[in-house]
């Protein structure tokens, strides 16, 4: 449902309402019937002064657990996210974006899985206060691991493992980047290509940890893949954590030559991985019969690739949680997204051309469907692995990393695995069994349904009837 709004500049603007909100206006109209406009003072026709909106406003917040300031004007920002949880851009804008630009299969699979998350198309439950009698409806999730709702707790459960394999030394952040010229291969062979770009900064690295002038010793890495840009753009890449040394051959641990430092220079890292995987890419290419051009051959050995490496000057524990921000990120977050309008699709990013490290804050406007083929650049092959373990910190060593640890006098705790509600409460802050309404009772399930279920406006006073007879 569209809602024709008057933005400030007096300008005519077309506004997205989810169902939920769009089912909301129904009853407002038909409860308060506004003459002229849609939120009346108290005298009718005459508009809601500014201070009476933000009395609403402020009288809203008293019942919920937000401490900020709110107003009017973090509303507007606040709403376009709101509308992206809802599925509105999806379901708007899906079928325009399969009509022009024909997506694999596996892609509509995805985008139909965020169409759906946390709605009734996926069933839920229905928990109910024991204290107060509150009722919160939650719907399931899709669990797709493109969706930007469902990575929170995937991502702490990830971290609480990683913790167990930390070792009391320094570690290092290493990004090993493509030049742009080889997106198009990229798009035509991503499985392939993800591969190439996985070995090929894993191989570099151990060349330079297995020569004595380097280090002289096995390696230990963590490689995570990011395929996105801050705009979207198609911007291959790899991070990888390393810890600041190696495992020799007898056994004993060898610190890196950098003193803390740097692990390797980079310069010529850049070289030797520019030379792998060039070694690797071209007779694949040779064998799908599409030879890479000469020209552009040359381009790539001439021109330097970057890459980045720095040490993490946080503890060690910080280390992961600093890996944690990467290894389960999506291509954009729905904080970003700033506006929903006239077909349009507004959110921030941040412009490291000028604004170096720290980059620049800027917004872009996408047409809705560009926006969607861009997001769409983003979704990885089914099945591929995008985080991988190397060296002495692969599944396969793990008795290698246990004895290291106990030689360096780390005897790391055997913890049993949390549940989602543990991480909730100890890792977000987040007690979901706590009632947000009197905050003293606990949220018990009273149902759940499936999907399609009948209307809940008839189950839950069925299914309270029933608590209540028992009791």
Known sequence: MKCNALYLGKKDRYVLLSNLLARKFYEYLAACNPRVYLFEGQIPGEPMGERSVQYVINEALKRTDIKKQVSMHTLRHSYATHLLEDGVDILLFKESFIE????????????????????QALGGHVDGCDSCGFIRVSYNSCRNRHCPKCQTTNRESWILARIQDLLPVPYFHMVFTLPEQLNAYCLHYPKEFYTILFSASKEAMEKFAADPKHLGAQLGMISVLHTWGQNLSLHPHVHMIVPGGGI???GNWKPAKGKGNFLFPVTALSIVYRGLFMEKLIPFLNEKNQPMDPSLRNLLYQKPWVVYGKPSFLGRNQVIEYLGRYSHKIAI????????????????????????????????????????????????????????????????????????????GQTPAKAEKPNWKQICKEKLNNDVEACPCCKTGKMIRILSFEANAPPLEYLIPQRQKEVSTKN
């Open 333 to 408: 977050s729905n904080h970003r997204i700033q506006a929903i309008e006239n077909g349009q699709i507004t959110f921030k990013y941040k412009d490291y051309r000028k604004g170096g490290k720290q980059g620049s804050q800027g917004s872009m406007r996408l047409d809705a469907v560009a926006f969607l083929r861009r997001f769409c650049l983003h979704i990885l092959p089914k099945g591929y692995r995008k985080i991988r373990h190397y060296g002495f910190l692969a599944s396969r060593n793990k008795l290698k990393l246990r004895v290291q640890q106990f030689l360096q």
């Open 100 to 119: 022009k630009h024909q997506p694999h299969p596996y892609t509509l699979r995805v985008l139909s899985a965020l169409e759906k998350c946390r709605t």
């Open 248 to 250: 020799t051959a007898a």
